[in-house]
């Protein structure tokens, strides 16, 4: 079985106390010169759309996975991430036995998670930056790049946090919203 299939299969299998989505965003690329705004279009759209119609509020967190399937796998520890959110991460890499794989240092990056912490919203960007150091949208970013276990691993890492969130939020709130503006710097 594939590991995303394998995750969104145990993830359907639970019971949740939080609804979860999955996204996936489009345009994140700027279309001249990277902005506020030209860049991150798919969701700084989403984020509007939601805070326009009030549902952003019930946001609890967002986790951002992002060019996470290479061979040699080294999450950052994403400095513009809500530290909290972060944190619970990282510790749940490193108990199930990852921590080698969440080891890419420490680095802001601005991705598509930005315009929901700059709304208040906890987010942590699960990021593997060596691709884009080396082959990342060149020509041999090919799919033998890519590695099941990598994904796999990621997997795992969001399903265990997943569960962790539904308990903590199911039980009571705690504290990972931020005030609007500050961005992942607590």
């Known amino acids: 079985m594939q590991p995303s299939f394998w995750s969104l299969r145990a993830?359907?299998?639970?019971?949740?106390?939080?609804?979860?989505?999955?996204?996936?965003?489009?345009?994140?690329?700027?279309?001249?010169?990277?902005?506020?705004?030209?860049?991150?279009?798919?969701?700084?759209?989403?984020?509007?759309?939601?805070?326009?119609?009030?549902?952003?509020?019930?946001?609890?967190a967002l986790i951002l996975v992002d060019m996470v399937a290479g061979r040699q796998l080294h999450v950052l520890e994403e400095s513009n991430s809500t530290p909290r959110l972060r944190d619970i991460v990282l510790k749940n890499a490193r108990q199930l036995?990852?921590?080698?794989?969440?080891?890419?240092?420490?680095?802001?990056?601005?991705?598509?998670?930005?315009?929901?912490?700059e709304k208040g919203v906890a987010a942590v960007d699960i990021i593997d930056l060596a691709p884009f150091k080396t082959y990342h949208h060149m020509a041999q970013d090919t799919a033998d790049k890519c590695s099941a276990q990598s994904l796999a691993i990621v997997g795992r890492v969001v399903l265990v946090t997943l569960e962790e969130l539904d308990h903590q939020f199911g039980m009571e709130p705690i504290g990972m919203r931020q005030p609007q503006g500050t961005g992942g710097q607590r």
């Open 97 to 117: 036995g990852y921590g080698s794989s969440f080891d890419g240092g420490q680095f802001p990056v601005e991705d598509d998670d930005l315009p929901f912490v």
């Open 11 to 60: 993830l359907s299998r639970r019971r949740h106390i939080l609804t979860y989505w999955l996204v996936f965003f489009d345009g994140e690329e700027a279309l001249e010169q990277w902005s506020q705004t030209d860049s991150l279009y798919g969701s700084r759209h989403l984020e509007e759309e939601l805070a326009t119609d009030g549902r952003l509020a019930e946001v609890r």
